[in-house]
């Protein structure tokens, strides 16, 4: 279901859905470089509004240094937390707060986001990441994120890319254990999509309603990743 503004649909009805519902969203921005090749941070900018999300999780975003402008500068009507991984004088890049180091051995850096944030006077821990491409490395990081929801008496949210390409991998396999499983929506390649990659897992489980892949003609060529969002219930007596 795309979440793309429509002239044609009811503004009321559309509204009133948006009073019950939390819409969170993740993102891999892919540097800003489109499946054409071409670094192009504003259509970057323009697929965040066709999505319309409460929270934003964005992967892969420069954030500047002297090979790289500050795209999450660039982004209009957002409050923006970085998570640098990567972080010199050429290039500052990484997750979109409390940081959690989940680099593992000599591989690239890989972190996390950490974050409680009130949504309409409810507070959820939301945790944003990007995983790792080795299923090793996956299993290592995944274990030391749920090591930090062991205390948490808050509602979760964990989104990213996870990088996981089998949906009984062992990595979505140890996250069942602390959430109910979430629909599996294929959002990469954007050419072809074949696997899904970005996740979004809620808990409770029954919070969630449903889960989107955002495909316009606009996010195919943004990124090689679409966004993925997941719409949540609001509390009965917000």
């Not at 019950?20 to 090749?37: K, M, P, S």
């Not at 990484?94 to 690239?108: H, I, K, M």
């Not at 080795?134 to 299993?139: K, Q, V």
Request: glycine letters at 6%.
């Amino acid at each position: 279901m795309t979440l793309m503004h429509d002239a044609s649909i009811d503004r009321n009805s559309m509204n009133s859905v948006r009073e019950r519902e939390l819409r969170i969203a993740t993102y891999n921005l892919h540097a800003a470089v489109g499946i054409d090749g071409k670094f192009a941070p504003e259509r970057i900018d323009e697929v965040l509004p066709e999505i319309d999300a409460d929270i934003f999780a964005l992967q892969e975003v420069p954030l500047g240094g002297t090979g790289s402008p500050d795209v999450l500068q660039r982004m209009t009507n957002l409050h923006a937390v970085a998570g640098p991984t990567l972080d010199t004088p050429q290039r500052r890049y990484g997750n979109a707060v409390r940081t959690l180091d989940l680099s593992f051995r000599s591989r690239e850096p890989r972190g996390a986001l950490d974050a409680d944030i009130d949504c309409n006077g409810e507070t959820w821990r939301v945790v944003a990441t990007h995983l790792g491409l080795a299923s090793s490395e996956r299993r290592a990081q995944v274990e030391q994120v749920l090591q930090t929801f062991d205390t948490s008496a808050l509602p979760i949210i964990l989104l990213g890319d996870l990088n996981e390409r089998f949906v009984y991998g062992r990595t979505l396999r140890r996250l069942v254990t602390h959430f109910h499983r979430a629909s599996a929506l294929r959002t990469f390649p954007t050419r072809y999509p074949l696997f899904a990659l970005d996740r979004i897992w809620v808990h409770p489980g029954e919070r969630l309603m449903r889960v989107d892949v955002h495909c316009t003609p606009l996010s195919r060529v943004a990124s090689d990743h679409y966004p993925l969002i997941a719409h949540i219930s609001k509390p009965i007596d917000a």
